[in-house]
């Protein structure tokens, strides 16, 4: 097994682990209870659900040992607290709008504190990437005391999210060198993506005005 003897090290025995592990597992339950509980109140105040899906995941022992190499971090405890994106949550919203609402309100929480705004929808990553991602500390409360647990949040739309997850799996599955041709048309088809994300948005601006006004 990769990274066997350092896995030891750091995360002991599988109960060990569990044990680490969990104030992570829990500040990821806080922050999805949050942004149901937002979506929810949305519903019944505006009969718009913003939220389309919430999908979350804790790092694996060994993708945490990876990322400390990747990273070039001491492979150590102190390391593994450097880390910002163990506990991750990724928000699939309906609109760009709701993007920038969904953030806005999770921020209000007097027990959530921003470290990081990566704004990747106003200034999108070389290759095409949209998103908006947060990095938040989140107040876990346990017998030793209360931690505050790092989590990444990432933001984005339907749209944005079938691109991400198509140009990955491509990249990742990919039998031959991926060439900049290729890369230039995956880049091409998120700027469509995005500009189709906009038109969408003012659709729903529009029908959403006119049934105000009813």
Same mark, same amino acid.
């Given at each position: 097994?990769?990274? =066997? =003897?350092?896995?030891? %090290?750091?995360? /002991?025995?599988?109960?060990?682990?569990?044990?680490?592990?969990?104030?992570?597992?829990?500040?990821?339950?806080?922050?999805? #209870?949050?942004?149901? #509980?937002?979506?929810?109140?949305?519903?019944?105040?505006?009969?718009?659900?913003?939220?389309?899906?919430?999908?979350?995941?804790?790092?694996?022992?060994?993708?945490?040992? %990876?990322?400390?190499?990747?990273?070039?971090?001491?492979?150590?405890?102190?390391?593994?607290?450097?880390?910002?994106?163990?506990?991750?949550?990724?928000?699939?919203?309906?609109?760009?709008?709701?993007?920038?609402?969904?953030?806005?309100?999770?921020?209000?929480?007097?027990?959530?504190?921003?470290?990081?705004?990566?704004?990747?929808?106003?200034?999108?990553?070389?290759?095409?990437?949209?998103?908006?991602?947060?990095?938040?500390?989140?107040?876990?409360?346990?017998?030793? /005391?209360?931690?505050?647990?790092?989590?990444?949040?990432?933001?984005?739309?339907?749209?944005?999210?079938?691109?991400?997850?198509?140009?990955?799996?491509?990249?990742?599955?990919?039998?031959?060198?991926?060439?900049?041709?290729?890369?230039?048309?995956?880049?091409?088809?998120?700027?469509?993506?995005?500009?189709?994300?906009?038109?969408?948005?003012?659709?729903?601006?529009?029908?959403?005005?006119?049934?105000?006004?009813?």
């Amino acid at each position: 097994m990769a990274y =066997e =003897e350092e896995l030891r %090290e750091i995360f /002991g025995d599988e109960k060990e682990c569990h044990r680490m592990m969990l104030p992570y597992r829990i500040a990821i339950e806080t922050v999805k #209870t949050k942004l149901e #509980t937002l979506d929810d109140e949305m519903k019944c105040t505006f009969e718009h659900s913003p939220i389309h899906n919430i999908k979350s995941r804790v790092k694996t022992p060994e993708s945490i040992i %990876e990322k400390l190499h990747r990273k070039n971090l001491e492979v150590s405890i102190n390391g593994l607290r450097q880390l910002t994106d163990i506990s991750g949550v990724r928000v699939i919203c309906r609109y760009v709008d709701d993007i920038f609402y969904v953030a806005q309100l999770l921020l209000l929480h007097d027990d959530i504190s921003l470290v990081r705004k990566t704004n990747y929808i106003q200034y999108p990553k070389e290759n095409g990437y949209r998103s908006l991602h947060l990095i938040v500390n989140v107040p876990v409360y346990r017998k030793e /005391g209360v931690q505050l647990v790092p989590v990444e949040i990432q933001i984005r739309t339907i749209a944005m999210d079938m691109w991400a997850s198509l140009e990955h799996d491509l990249h990742y599955k990919a039998t031959h060198e991926v060439s900049d041709n290729i890369n230039q048309r995956l880049k091409k088809c998120a700027e469509d993506i995005a500009a189709t994300d906009l038109e969408m948005q003012n659709i729903y601006r529009e029908l959403n005005s006119k049934w105000k006004q009813e």
